[in-house]
């Protein structure tokens, strides 16, 4: 009897421990099994185990759609893979990137959650946004683990990052939303980094090195 018992609780610990472990997921929303439309058509509403799977979707009367546009309840929109779209958006990367859409009238802010282990050595978080998507207010794009928001600046390129590095090793749920009703979020290529997010100082220092570099050169055509 009290060898079953054992062999139960390590077969429940492994499973507990592969559970745990389990990567996140389609975090460049590539999976997506969803019937293409043709160019210009659209899917509303769209089945969120087919557009996002992996993903869970929520918030309040949030409605999933796919190449297509909410007029009013907030919504989770994929966009792709035949552009264009009737919505159009074009991809960031790969064939599909996800749209986030809140007005602020009907429901609660969208959400797209999935909960893994952040993998080990991880010191931060990034994610590809459109050239000029505002992400310095902290109510345009918001990001989570566990609940805890997560700062985010631009780096190189249309990339965003945030420091997750007290996370690094951990179960988490990470979560994408926006509290803004005047901001649409359209993000891609979610990746775990084991670089450091610069800091906020580095980004001065290379815009002043920038400032002097153009005076010095308009300084040396006038001489």
Do not use: H
């Not at 960031?92 to 282990?117: E, N, R």
């Not at 084991?194 to 153009?214: K, Q, Y």
Request: overall charge negative; glycine content about 10%.
């Amino acid at each position: 009897m009290k060898t079953t018992i054992m062999l139960v609780a390590i077969t429940f610990l492994i499973l507990w421990q592969n559970a745990q472990g389990q990567g996140f997921v389609n975090l460049n929303f590539e999976s997506a099994t969803i019937a293409p439309t043709p160019p210009g058509g659209s899917t509303f509403p769209a089945d969120p185990t087919q557009a996002l799977p992996g993903w869970t979707v929520g918030g309040a009367n949030t409605v999933v759609s796919y190449n297509d546009l909410s007029l009013g309840a907030p919504a989770v929109d994929l966009m792709g893979p035949n552009f264009p779209n009737g919505a159009g958006y074009t991809p960031l990367q790969g064939s599909y990137s996800v749209l986030l859409q809140y007005f602020g009238i009907d429901g609660s802010p969208p959400t797209l959650s999935q909960t893994a282990t952040v993998p080990s050595g991880t010191q931060s978080i990034t994610f590809l946004v459109p050239s000029g998507q505002n992400v310095a207010d902290s109510t345009a794009t918001v990001v989570t683990l566990n609940g805890v928001n997560i700062p985010l600046v631009p780096i190189d390129g249309d990339l965003v990052a945030g420091n997750v590095s007290a996370f690094a090793g951990s179960p988490a749920q990470l979560t994408f939303s926006t509290i803004n009703s005047d901001v649409s979020v359209y993000f891609d290529d979610i990746q775990f980094s084991p670089s450091a997010v610069p800091e906020p100082n580095s980004f001065g220092l290379f815009g002043l090195g920038g400032l002097l570099l153009a005076w010095r050169c308009r300084k040396t055509q006038a001489i």
